[in-house]
């Protein structure tokens, strides 16, 4: 199994190359774990970075005999912001279409641009198969944005898990995540999640979907701006394997 955390890590510490008009392809392949995939990378760099330019760079993934799982990432990857794009080309055109643009029009602009979407695969055994699609992106602004989205679909028929297809009492397990929460963030039993500067709505605590498995457990991701302001960064809460037994639901196995 992968740890996505270090992949994100290096994935948002590469340096992209620097040079006009400049564009590259490469592709990796795994076959180590249960469904066999490969990585394949398009970067892409608009003007002198030297002076202001834009960078893309995209690591999409191809999965061997899996055609739902594929299906699924696909449409996860062409799904950015509010948009939905034909193909990954068509998001890069348009980078470039709205980077230019701002070119023409302030001509002294000397802000460089940073676009990074990237897939990965943080869990590939026991019949599931664990997908986590990153973005970063910098195109001005007191800060650059990220987003993560981590998914867990069954290899044979691309089937999304949900945490409600894991457990078997949902109110329970809310009930425990949300102790779980409050202990992380010393928040007493009764304490409103408004008043001490959470966002969820009508104060109710709630678990996403979006959620990645390792080692220590099930990892529930909160993106920067979902709960909470953005100094409080993205919001991991894991809950580790011994727990998540008293929940598991019959013949649902992991590790």
């Known amino acids: 199994m992968n740890k996505i955390s270090s992949l994100l890590i ?52 191809h999965f ?16 950015i912001g509010t948009n939905t794009y034909s193909s990954l080309a068509a998001f890069i055109d348009e980078s470039i279409e709205e980077y230019t643009r701002l ?29 986590s699609v990153s973005d970063y992106s910098f195109t001005g602004g007191a800060h650059p ?7 867990l679909f069954t290899i044979d028929d691309g089937q999304l898990v949900t945490w409600t297809d894991i457990v078997t009492d949902a109110d329970e397990f809310l009930s425990y995540a949300e102790s ?3 202990e992380n963030k010393s928040l007493s039993k009764t304490a409103s999640f408004e008043a001490e500067g959470y966002w969820f709505e009508g104060d109710a605590f709630y678990l996403p979907d979006n959620f990645f498995l390792d080692d220590k457990g099930i990892n529930f991701f909160f993106n920067a701006y979902e709960v909470a302001p953005y100094s409080e960064g993205a919001i991991v809460l894991t809950i580790d394997w011994d727990m998540m037994a008293r929940f598991m639901r019959k013949g649902v196995v992991f590790n």
């Not at 392949?29 to 394949?40: G, M, N, V, W």
């Not at 760099?45 to 690591?59: A, F, G, P």
């Not at 944005?145 to 998914?151: A, E, G, T, V, Y």
Request: net charge negative; proline share 2%; glycine share 2%.
């Open 10 to 61: 290096i994935a948002l510490a590469m340096i992209l190359a620097s040079s006009c008009q400049q564009e590259a392809d490469t592709t990796t392949t795994s076959t180590i774990d249960t469904l066999a995939y490969e990585y394949k990378t398009v970067e892409k760099t608009i003007d002198d970075c030297e002076i202001s330019c834009l960078q893309v760079r995209l690591k999409s993934l």
């Open 64 to 79: 061997e005999n899996a055609e739902a799982v594929q299906k699924q990432v696909d449409s996860i990857m062409l799904r």
């Open 180 to 182: 779980v929460f409050r």
């Open 103 to 131: 070119k023409e029009e302030i001509p002294s602009y000397d802000m460089p641009w940073e676009l990074e979407r990237m897939a990965v695969v943080n869990y590939n055994q026991s019949g599931y198969i664990g997908v």
């Open 145 to 151: 944005n990220s987003h993560h989205q981590h998914s």
